[in-house]
């Protein structure tokens, strides 16, 4: 892509001026480039001063030495438009006879001095002679080694400008050659050039931060600062929202503006379009070009639709280039990314808009200004198009509001009924389309709807751009500013009756007229003739009568019109809730639905109806979704703050109240996460916009005082009191869990002392409540340095309340716990030492020894947890027995009892492993007993992984592997804890032969092997031949499966496995029979090339001669194997030829030449210079592969090896720039235009000429595809 790239001449040709600001604008682009401020790059002074100053000096003292064209960070530039030869750089540098100051100043500082040159091409000689001269000077001075001294004629300047589009732009701009629609920085909100453009700020607060918690608008001198600071993150998108005519543009532009607050951007680093231009290069296209590059460019695009951001804002984050987008438009989707920084700007004061209008115009006088800006509502589109309309000697002071809207539409030009008239049709919609063979020819569609020619409707639409009341973008066109649009389409619905309009949108071919028609309605809430037209659409017979067969499509306009009539907007979602299948995730529409719900639930008197049927849509969810979960949409409407509702607290509580009572475990689950919400005390988010329409929406409900925010909590804690003294404990102990869990934030950031205090002490009292001694513990931990003394005081009490009273309440707060869970104190410090709980875990099993009634209190909690703190309790437990055998059977006999549906013996394993410490006899009996246990026998290896394993273990594990009881996978245990190292590679060898023998045995094979060779890497270890050949064997069983059971990505670490398995050393034999499985399995469709990459990349690599032969047989199997094989699929990496040895790979075709051009076909011809994970579809530089290059040298037909090269030009599938892909492939290609055979050279020279035909057709397709997609308006 060389829209950017200028030429030496292109140097040449600018002023003497122009040149000085040019290089100041490269430095300044080039230090960001590395990271750095602007403001370290300092320029001015007369172009042709002998003053021995310089032009242009860097100050970058941390800028790291280079090779670069800024190569230190202390770095002076003397820019002359004229040639300089060695004698006048020589010159330059002197003053009257000696070295200028500032070249001391330079080399004291380890600076660096160049001289640029507009004038000068350089070869090597003269470079080199004029260098040479810069340095005989330079040796005359005292640190004279420190000083680096270069010359830049215009051909490296054009170099340097080809690394900063940006300053390209500008460049092109000084030249009067600008590309289509793309500027660099300057007036970009259109202020007339003779006119002040100064930013005008005040304190109104008019900048929302949309991604803040608060969303509390600010003055636009901290959105400034708050826009800066996140487009110097490198990858960032920002996103400027708002009405059209609240200065969007100006707000764009004062970022690079110095003189508007502190640490502007680099005006150097700015590239701006508009969208609604026709723009070339597409703004993905140029977006690309920047990522490919690696250039350090802010990208400013105004006019921006939602999903053209989405795709830029994609492409910008998936790359790791120094780019930047700031996006800006007047509409803003939910859908947001969550890679988006919204800024949202409202409009401006009154005063501001009238000075802004004095300024524009100031004849106009004070009073005049005043009235149009309030007019405006603080849009300064519509004040400054009013204003021009307005002579010096009038006074607007009478004038009515409908007089200002007729002058401020008719202009100067006088009054025209029929453009008014077509104005108001053409504002029925939000945007329409003005193209006769596109999208059902639209402005037909209004034409016939207002009863007006076609042609004249055109005319009208051009009119009302050259008077600035419309916008276009491309084909698309919108009557613009809002506040107009939608006072023209009122007079619209007045003046054309609703049958009419009705009868032309609602024909099915115009769906996106009609869903056009709905976003404008969706403004219009406050008008009567409006209303009535969105009930016609719900009526019987109207298109959105019966929602639960609608389309999506069709959909989109509910949601644009229901702000007009949100009553009747929720009566049809619950009368459609009342059919089934309607309310559910499995309706392809829930989440338009859930999402329209959330906003229905905004009032207070609509909450419970609109949350009732969220919940309906919830029932069916499963617990603990999170891919558009209709829970965690429930869960804002409980939040605190960024709710979206004005529903008051105890509506809300009343809600959650009812699920309690519902009785049913799926409303228990709902109700636990809305109580996470409303317990948040920290932390609050919200991705919504709250907007609805033209009503007036916040946040929603927010406490004004200290005492409403208790309430608040307190009201939700109420409703669980009750459910702490029930009956029902499996109720009660879910209560207990959810106060625990949120202890800590409702005591130390919402501040619920008194209240929590009276449950602690009421519920908690002497370790009744083990949770809740622990939370208050971790409160006192995290938050009792801080905490005010009287309120540590009362913590210290409830802690010493809640505490364990009894060994029995001891332990199950400890054992039936996570040891991660406490905080411990010793000595008067707090300690979150996971070893000092075990320590006390330990000692509290020693205690339990001689009181083994508590551990039948604790029931099968001891016997179902996945805590941690189980296996330090049983270590306890042994060490602390007189007599082990006896306490052994106690616990066997306690799991006969107690043992739940789910067992997890972690206490036995814990008990058996102190006892083997103690006397190893005594721990081999009780694995015996686990064998008789009838409950505990499938657990036998789990258990013995408690001991070294010794003959007795080994021999008891082949006895198991032999009988059909133990699943084969239970033998994966041997993976875990380092219990595979009580074993020698021939025993282990010994258990694989049997396992690989089971059913899915060989997965455990090579899960096992896989740790073996993970443990003993970096070691001395080397793995038997009989342990290896056993990992081959499972290798060959896992090929041999049937469809489904062939899958080695189930398994980690293959690479190990393949490398040591399949190394140059293993017998060939047992290689051919697994390349013959693998080809087989790959032939009959049982496995796929993408789960054994791994495994045939090694087999390539070591064994290629084996793999060739069986794959290219010359047949229809070796077609099918070449497909499945080595065709690139798309999104990954496939197995490829490169990864033969190319020596070998030729010896193996042994010259002949049908050999050769198989071999060649199959070969990926081009491999990528990134990492081997990068997509083939994806590089930045390819280069052709050294295996076709060395089959190209084999072959005696040339012709057909380059033509392999050529097909694989175009890739088989890609999801970005196909163009791009072929350019960077061509490149590659291109190499061969040096091969030393001419019949090469030439074959190479034609084709790329058909490539270069190629991309440049596919380069006007994408830009055509991209025009349409990115100027359009909704």
Same mark, same amino acid.
């Given at each position: ?9 292109d140097?040449t ?27 370290? @790059? ?5 172009q042709e ?27 002076g530039?003397q ?24 070249l001391?100043?330079l080399?004291?500082r380890?600076? *660096?001095?160049?001289? $640029? ?13 004029r ?5 005989? @000077?330079?040796e005359t ?6 000083l ?50 100064a ?40 996103r ?19 003189n @508007?607050g ?8 700015a590239?701006?379009?508009? +969208?609604?231009?026709n723009?070339?290069p597409?703004?993905?296209e ?12 802010q990208l ?26 700031l ?6 989707s939910d ?9 949202h ?41 009013? *204003? ?9 002071t009478?004038?009515s509001d409908?007089?200002l ?12 009924n029929?453009?008014l008239?077509?104005?108001?049709? +053409?504002?029925?919609v939000?945007?329409?389309?003005v ?9 037909g569609?209004?034409?016939?709807i207002v009863?007006?020619? #076609?042609?004249?409707?055109?005319r009208?639409?051009? &009119?009302?751009?050259r #008077?600035?009341?419309?916008q ?6 919108a009557?613009l500013?809002?506040?107009?649009a /939608? ?7 007045e ?12 024909k ?10 709905a ?5 219009l809430?406050?008008f009567?003739?409006a ?21 999506e ?29 309607f ?11 859930v999402?329209?719900?959330?906003? +229905? ?9 609109a949350?009732?049927v969220?919940?309906?849509?919830s029932?069916? %969810?499963?617990?603990g979704? /999170?891919?558009?979960?209709?829970v ?19 509506r809300?509580?009343?809600? $959650? ?10 409303h ?6 809305l ?5 948040? *005390? ?8 709250f907007?609805?329409?033209a ?17 608040w ?17 499996t ?18 950031f ?12 009421s519920?908690a ?12 513990k971790?409160?006192l ?9 009287d ?7 409830l ?5 364990p009273s009894?060994?029995?309440?001891e332990i199950?707060?400890y ?6 869970d ?13 070893e000092?709980?075990?320590e006390?875990?330990i000692?509290?099993?020693e ?5 083994l ?9 001891l016997?179902?947890g ?9 270590i ?14 106690? +616990?066997l ?10 067992l ?13 410490d ?9 694995l ?17 992984s408690?001991i070294k394993?010794?003959?007795w273990?080994?021999n ?7 009988g059909?009881?133990? %699943? ?23 258990l ?5 023998q ?5 997965y ?14 970096g ?5 038997? %031949? ?14 041999g499966?049937?469809r489904?059971?062939t ?7 293959t ?10 050393s ?13 080809c ?24 290629p ?7 290219f ?19 990954g ?11 070998r ?8 030449q049908?050999?050769?051009v198989?071999?060649?076909a ?7 210079v ?6 083939l &579809?994806?590089p ?11 089959l ?29 892909i072929? &350019? ?5 290609f ?11 050279r030439?074959?190479v020279?034609e ?8 991309? #440049?057709r ?8 991209h ?8």
């Open positions: 892509m060389r829209f950017f790239e200028l030429d030496a001449v140097i040709a600018l002023s003497a001026g122009d040149l000085r600001e040019l290089v100041a604008r490269l430095c300044e682009a080039e230090v960001i480039q590395q990271g750095r401020r602007p403001k370290s @790059v300092m320029w001015g002074g007369a001063a002998p003053d021995g100053g310089l032009d242009v000096r860097i100050e970058a003292m941390d800028l790291p030495s280079n090779d670069g064209f800024v190569p230190r960070g202390i770095c530039f820019v002359k438009k004229h040639a300089m030869g060695a004698a006048a750089c020589r010159d330059e540098m002197l003053e009257g006879g000696t070295p200028k100051l500032v001391a100043d080399a004291d380890n600076g *660096a001095y160049i001289i $640029v040159s507009g004038k000068d091409d350089c070869s090597d000689s003269m470079l080199a002679s260098v040479r001269a810069m340095e005989a @000077v330079a001075l005292p640190g004279k080694a420190s680096r001294v270069d010359f830049y004629g215009r051909d490296r300047l054009a170099t340097w400008l080809r690394r900063h589009p940006s300053v390209a732009l500008w460049v092109r701009a000084r030249l009067g050659r600008p590309l289509s629609g793309w500027r660099p920085f300057g007036r970009w909100a259109a202020t007339p050039p003779a006119q002040n453009d930013f005008l700020v005040d304190d109104h607060p008019c900048v929302i931060d949309a991604n803040s918690s608060a969303k509390t608008p600010m003055p636009v001198s901290e959105g400034i600062h708050l826009a800066r600071e996140r487009l110097r993150r490198r990858g960032s998108a920002v400027i929202t708002g009405l059209s005519g609240v200065g969007k543009t100006r707000f764009a532009q004062a970022l690079f503006e110095a @508007v502190e640490e502007a951007l680099s005006p150097a680093s590239i701006y379009a508009d +969208l609604g231009e723009l070339t597409t703004a993905s140029l977006v690309s070009y920047i990522v490919a590059n690696d250039h350090a460019v400013v695009l105004d006019n921006c639709p939602p999903d053209v951001h989405r795709q830029l804002q994609k492409q910008v984050s998936a790359s790791s280039a120094m780019l930047s987008l996006t800006i438009e007047y509409d803003i859908d947001r990314p969550e890679e988006t920084e919204v800024i700007l409202e409009p401006c004061s009154e005063e501001t808009v009238s000075m802004l209008i004095q300024r524009r115009h100031p004849d106009i006088g004070k009073l005049n200004a005043g009235k149009i800006a309030e007019f405006s509502g603080g849009n300064s589109r519509i004040a400054i198009a009013l *204003a021009s309309r307005v002579d010096a000697d009038e006074t607007l009478n004038f409908e007089d809207f007729h002058r401020l539409f008719s202009q100067r030009k006088g009054a025209s029929e453009l008239e077509c104005a108001e049709a +053409l504002s029925l939000y945007s329409f389309n193209s006769s063979s596109e999208f059902n020819d639209e402005l569609v209004l034409s016939a009863g007006l020619d #076609r042609r004249g409707l055109h009208a639409q051009a &009119e009302l751009m #008077r600035q009341l419309a276009s973008r491309g084909e698309w066109r009557v500013p809002h506040a107009l /939608n006072r023209l389409a009122k007079r619209a619905l003046n054309i009756p609703v049958d009419a309009i009705n009868a032309e949108l609602l099915p071919e115009n769906l996106r007229l009609f869903v056009s028609c976003h404008r309605l969706g403004y809430h406050d009567e003739p209303v009535r037209m969105a009930n016609s659409w719900v009526s019987p017979g109207g298109p959105l009568h019966d929602i639960g067969s609608c389309n499509g069709t959909l989109s306009a509910l949601l644009y019109i229901a702000p007009v009539f949100p009553e009747t907007v929720l009566q049809l979602i619950e009368n459609a809730a009342t059919k089934p299948g309310a559910s995730r499995e309706n392809r529409n829930f989440r338009l639905f999402r329209l719900l959330h906003q +229905l639930a905004y009032d207070d008197d609509k909450f419970d109806r949350a009732t969220m919940l309906k849509f029932e069916g %969810e499963k617990s979704e /999170n891919r558009d979960s209709i965690g949409q429930m869960r804002h409407l409980f939040s605190l703050h960024l709710s979206g509702t004005l529903a008051r607290p105890e809300r509580c009343a809600f $959650v109240s009812k699920l309690l009572e519902s009785g049913t475990e799926r228990r689950e709902i109700a636990a996460e109580f996470h919400a409303a317990f948040e *005390a920290t932390h609050w988010t919200s991705f919504s916009a907007d609805f329409g009503r007036r929406r916040d946040a929603g409900w927010q406490p004004r005082t200290r005492a409403e925010e208790l309430e909590y307190i009201g939700f804690l109420n409703l669980l009191r009750p459910v702490l003294t029930c009956d029902d404990l109720l009660r102990d879910w209560a207990r869990s959810l106060l625990a869990g949120h202890f800590r934030e409702l005591w130390t919402a501040g619920c002392f008194d209240d929590l205090e009276e449950i602690v002490r519920h009292s002497k370790g009744e409540w083990p949770q809740m001694w622990v939370s208050v971790k409160t931990g995290f938050d009792g340095d801080s905490a005010h003394p309120l540590l005081a009362r913590l210290e009490s802690s010493r309340v809640a505490a009894d060994l029995y309440s199950e707060a054992v039936l716990s996570n040891t991660w406490h905080i411990e104190s010793r000595g008067g410090q707090v300690a979150f030492s996971d000092m709980i075990k006390k875990v000692s509290l099993g205690m339990a020894a001689a009181e009634g508590c551990l039948e209190r604790l029931g099968p909690g016997w179902s996945e805590f941690d703190a189980l296996h330090p309790f049983g306890g437990l042994a060490q602390g027995s007189v007599d082990l055998i006896a306490t052994y059977e106690r +616990l006999s306690l799991v006969q009892l107690q043992a739940p549906a789910k997890n013996p972690q206490v036995l394993q814990g008990y058996i492993s102190a006892a083997n103690i006397d190893p006899r005594l721990a081999m009996v009780m015996e007993r686990v064998l008789d246990h009838p409950l505990l026998r499938t657990f036998f290896i789990y258990l013995l408690a394993i010794g003959p273990g080994f008891m594990l082949i006895e198991l592997a032999r059909e009881e133990f %699943e084969a996978w239970r033998f994966g245990q041997l993976a875990y804890g380092r219990m595979h190292e009580s074993l020698t590679d021939s025993e282990l060898a010994e694989f032969t049997i396992l690989n089971r059913h899915d045995g060989f455990t094979t090579l899960s096992v092997l896989e740790m073996r060779f993970f443990a003993g890497r070691g001395n270890y080397v793995p038997s %031949e009989d342990l290896l050949s056993t990992g081959r064997d499972a290798i060959r069983a896992l090929l499966g049937k489904g059971q899958e080695l990505n189930r398994i980690r670490g690479k190990r496995i393949a490398q040591q398995c399949l190394s140059e293993a017998p060939e034999q047992e290689v051919e029979e697994i390349v013959r499985l693998l087989e399995g790959l032939d009959d469709l049982r496995i796929r090339s993408s789960d054994f990459e791994v495994l045939m990349t090694t087999l390539f690599r070591n064994f001669e084996i793999v060739l032969g069986e794959i047989t010359g047949d229809d199997r070796e077609r099918r194997l070449i497909d499945r094989v080595f065709k690139c699929r798309f999104g990496a496939s197995p490829s030829l490169n990864s033969m040895p190319v020596d790979l030729i010896t193996w075709c042994r010259g002949d049908d050999r050769i198989g071999v060649a199959a070969t990926c011809a081009y491999s990528t990134e990492a081997t994970d990068i997509p &579809e994806h930045k530089r390819v280069v052709l592969s050294a295996s076709i290059k060395g190209l040298e084999a072959a005696v037909d040339k012709q057909c090896i380059v033509d392999v090269m050529f097909a694989g030009i175009q890739p088989m599938s890609w999801s970005s720039s196909l163009a791009d072929i &350019e960077i492939r061509a490149k590659a291109a190499e061969l235009l040096e091969h030393p055979l001419a019949e090469v030439n074959l020279a084709r790329l000429e058909r490539i270069e035909l190629t991309v #440049r596919e380069r006007q397709r994408e830009a055509e595809d025009s349409r997609r990115e100027q359009r308006f909704e």
